[in-house]
C-alpha cells in the first residue's frame, strides 16, 4: 500500500453510507483518529452550498450507494473536484479494482479489512495517494500508458477516441463506464461503437475484442 499522509494537519473526510448503523460504525472508527475531521454527508450531498467546503476524501460503500458509483463520482467532481474517493465494497477482482482506478476512485477496501485499515486507507487517498495494492497500481499504471494521447489526427484508420474506447472496452468496461471515464454521452460511446464495428467488419464488441487483441497497435484497418 502506499504510504499515509502527514498528520499534522486535519484532513477533512466525509462518509457517504446509506445504511444509518454501517454509517455510525465507519464513523466510530475513523474518530479514532484526531487528525481527521468529520463532515456530515447530509450537509453536502443532500442541500445545496451555501459556501464552498473543502472535502480531502469521501469514504463510499458502493453496496449503499441508491445509483452506479460512475454516475455517483461524476456528481462529486463536479460539486468536489479536488476530492478523493476511497471505495468501499464486497472484495473484487485485480481486474476490477483497476476498472474502480479508471472510473475516478483513488482507494478501494474490501468489508473485510475495513475494522483493521479504514483509517490508514482514508489518510492515504485524503492525502493524495492510493490506496490499492500495489500491483494493481503497476498493472492500472501500464494500461494507462499504453492509452493513446489525445490528437485529433487518425493513426491506421481510427481516431484517438475510437482507439481510446477499444482499449477500455477490452477491459470489459461498460458504455456507461466508458462514458464516465472519458466524459462523454452514453449515446456518444454507441455512435463510435458502431464505427468501430464498421471498420473492422465485425457485429459486436465480443468479436472487436477478439479481433483486436490479437493486434495491440497499430489496430488494424477495415478489410477491404
Excluded at 485529433?152 to 477491459?171: H, M
Excluded at 464516465?180 to 460511446?189: C, K, M, R
Aim: charged fraction near 25%; charge should be positive.
Amino acid at each position: 500500500m502506499c504510504a499515509a499522509a502527514d498528520n499534522s494537519d486535519k484532513l477533512s473526510v466525509c462518509v457517504v453510507e446509506y445504511h444509518p448503523l454501517a454509517a455510525r460504525h465507519l464513523e466510530i472508527l475513523l474518530q479514532r483518529d484526531p487528525g481527521i475531521d468529520l463532515v456530515p454527508s447530509d450537509r453536502l450531498l443532500e442541500h445545496p452550498l451555501s459556501r464552498p467546503v473543502s472535502i480531502a476524501a469521501f469514504v463510499v460503500d458502493q453496496g449503499s450507494l441508491p445509483m452506479p458509483l460512475n454516475r455517483f463520482l461524476r456528481f462529486l467532481g463536479v460539486r468536489f473536484p479536488k476530492a478523493k474517493a476511497l471505495v468501499l465494497d464486497n472484495r473484487q477482482s485485480d481486474d476490477d479494482v483497476c476498472r474502480l482506478l479508471f472510473l475516478g476512485i483513488r482507494g478501494f477496501l474490501a468489508y473485510e479489512d475495513i475494522d483493521a485499515n479504514l483509517v490508514p486507507a482514508a489518510r492515504a487517498v485524503a492525502g493524495g495517494d492510493y490506496w490499492v495494492p500495489q500491483r494493481v497500481l503497476e498493472q492500472y499504471m501500464q494500461f494507462s500508458a499504453r492509452l493513446p494521447a489525445p490528437r485529433e489526427d487518425r493513426v491506421e484508420g481510427f481516431t484517438w477516441r475510437e482507439r481510446r474506447i477499444i482499449e477500455l472496452v477490452k477491459r470489459r468496461l461498460s458504455n456507461k463506464e466508458v462514458s464516465a471515464i472519458l466524459n462523454v454521452s452514453e449515446g456518444t460511446i454507441k455512435f463510435h461503437l458502431s464505427t468501430i464495428f464498421a471498420k473492422l467488419g465485425v457485429r459486436d464488441r465480443h468479436a472487436m475484442i477478439e479481433v483486436t487483441s490479437g493486434h495491440p497497435h497499430p489496430l488494424p484497418q477495415k478489410p477491404k
